[in-house]
């Protein structure tokens, strides 16, 4: 079974970090560029970072460029979001993608999603 499993969510204070995971199972992550979206009530889903199946390349949209970190483990099939000195403004539910797309930032590109965890920042 073809799956994506999202983990590390949960409430944090503004300038917190947290660390999201993203397991796959059924197929290897080596394969494919893997991407962070978010979505927040009333918006549409933001593009938040990307690393590249062929040379690790990453990208990271402009709002959270110095503060987010997006990794690999091929041995353990996962790809990790660690964020850093979180704002409010990051509040948002966090998904993972898996997928072949060009545009990084576009949800068209990815074939396959996770379910997605709660990412809240709040005194």
């Known amino acids: 079974q073809v799956q994506l499993v999202e983990s590390g969510g949960g409430l944090v204070q503004p300038g917190g970090s947290l660390t999201l995971s993203c397991t796959a199972s059924g197929f290897s992550l080596d394969f494919y560029a893997t991407a962070w979206f978010r979505q927040a009530p009333g918006k549409e889903r933001e593009g938040v970072s990307c690393i590249s199946s062929s040379d690790g390349t990453e990208y990271y949209a402009d709002s959270v460029k110095g503060r987010f970190t997006i990794s690999r483990d091929n041995a353990k099939n996962t790809v990790y979001l660690q964020m850093n000195s979180l704002k409010p403004e990051d509040t948002a539910v966090y998904s993972c993608?898996?997928?072949?797309?060009?545009?990084?930032?576009?949800?068209?590109?990815?074939?396959?999603w996770g379910q997605g965890t709660q990412v809240t920042v709040s005194s």
């Open positions: 993608a898996a997928g072949w797309g060009l545009l990084w930032n576009s949800p068209k590109e990815y074939d396959y």
